[in-house]
């Protein structure tokens, strides 16, 4: 297990952006797939995009085109950019890191052993 500290979100108005970071200890994050969560009220925890430790991503539907998954292995964080935000995008999101996942398995929560803190996003219309 490595340890996921998140930063960012708040609040914004529709189609306005956001970034989402999660900083990782006890490990490389090149090493790990990783990936951003989110729960929205009264909603099951979803996948919202993915990256495999290899490079390979993944996204939900619902945020192709508009977020964006990102690392920065200097830093050792895992990013998530979010534009063109929606009031249905309103969640708290959560960033997750296991060794490896198959792409086909990125947005399975069973597949994570680490997860940050949660961060808030609320998006008003």
């Known amino acids: 297990q490595v340890t996921l500290v998140q930063s960012g979100g708040g609040s914004v108005q529709s189609g306005g952006s956001l970034k989402l970071s999660c900083v990782v200890s006890g490990g490389a994050v090149s090493l790990y797939s990783m990936a951003w969560f989110r729960q929205g009220p009264g909603k099951e925890r979803e996948g919202v995009a993915g990256?495999?430790?290899?490079?390979?991503?993944k996204y939900a539907d619902s945020v192709k085109s508009r977020f964006t998954i990102s690392r920065d292995n200097a830093k050792n964080a895992l990013y998530l950019h979010m534009n063109s935000l929606k009031p249905e995008d309103t969640a708290m999101y959560y960033c997750a890191a296991a060794p490896q996942v198959l792409q086909s398995t990125l947005f399975e929560s069973s597949e994570y052993d680490s997860w940050g803190q949660g961060t808030q996003i609320t998006v008003s219309s």
């Open positions: 990256l495999g430790y290899v490079g390979n991503t």
